[in-house]
C-alpha cells in the first residue's frame, strides 16, 4: 500500500497545465527552488538509467529577453497559418491563440528560463534510437514541471525557440553536442 494520497497525486497530474497567461512576472523565485525540482526530475525514469542530461538556468535578463526575441519570430512563423483559418466564433481556440501569444510576448521577462538539453544529438531516422533519445529526457521535463506545480510554480512545455537552436546555444555557451529539447 502508498504511503501517499493519492487523490492528492491524482490532483496534481490532472491539474498541472501549462501556464502562460496566468505567469507572474514579477514573483521571485528562489534558485533552492529550481535546484529542489531538479532533484525531484533526476528521479524521473530512463533507458538504461542513463540520465543524459543537463539543465540550463538562465536568469540573466538580457539572455532571457534574447531567448523571449527568439521565440516570439518562431512563434509569429509558426501562428501565421493557424491565424489566417482561425475562426472568429471559436471562442475556444481564440482563448488558446490569445494565451499563446502572451507568451509569446512575454517569455523574455519570465523569472526563470530552464531549459533541458540532452548531452547528444537526436539519431536519424526511424526506429527505436529516437524514441530512446526523447523517451530519455521527457519524463524527466514533465517531473520538473510537477515539481514546480507543487511548489506554486507555473511552468509552461515549450519549443518553438528550437527554431533558433544554435543562436541560443551560442548565447548560453552550450556545446554543439547538446541538444536542447524544451
Known amino acids: 500500500m502508498p504511503d501517499f494520497d493519492l487523490r492528492q497525486t491524482d490532483r496534481l497530474l490532472t ?9 507572474d512576472l514579477d514573483r521571485p523565485v528562489e534558485p533552492s ?3 529542489d525540482c531538479l ?3 533526476g528521479q524521473a525514469p530512463t533507458g538504461s538509467n542513463a540520465q543524459r542530461w543537463r539543465w540550463m538556468i538562465v536568469t540573466d535578463p538580457d539572455k532571457k529577453q534574447t531567448i523571449g526575441d527568439y521565440y516570439a519570430k518562431s ?12 475562426d472568429p466564433d471559436d471562442h475556444a481556440r481564440t482563448k488558446i491563440v490569445d494565451s499563446a501569444s502572451y507568451l509569446a510576448d512575454h517569455l523574455g521577462e519570465v523569472p526563470v528560463i530552464v531549459i533541458p538539453c540532452v548531452l547528444d544529438r537526436p539519431p536519424p531516422g526511424p ?3 529516437p524514441a530512446g533519445f526523447w523517451g530519455g529526457i521527457l519524463p524527466a521535463v ?3 514541471m510537477l515539481a514546480a506545480r507543487e511548489r506554486g510554480l507555473g511552468t509552461c512545455w515549450t519549443s518553438l525557440h528550437l ?5 541560443v546555444a551560442a548565447l548560453l555557451g552550450t556545446p554543439d553536442e547538446f541538444a536542447q529539447v524544451a
Not at 15 to 23: G, N, Y
Open 33 to 35: 527552488v529550481i535546484v
Open 142 to 144: 514533465w517531473s520538473f
Open 75 to 86: 512563434f509569429a512563423a509558426y501562428m501565421a497559418p493557424q491565424l489566417a483559418r482561425l
Open 15 to 23: 491539474t498541472t497545465r501549462a501556464v502562460r497567461k496566468r505567469l
Open 163 to 167: 527554431t533558433y537552436e544554435k543562436e
Open 39 to 41: 532533484r525531484v526530475a
Open 127 to 129: 526506429g527505436d534510437a
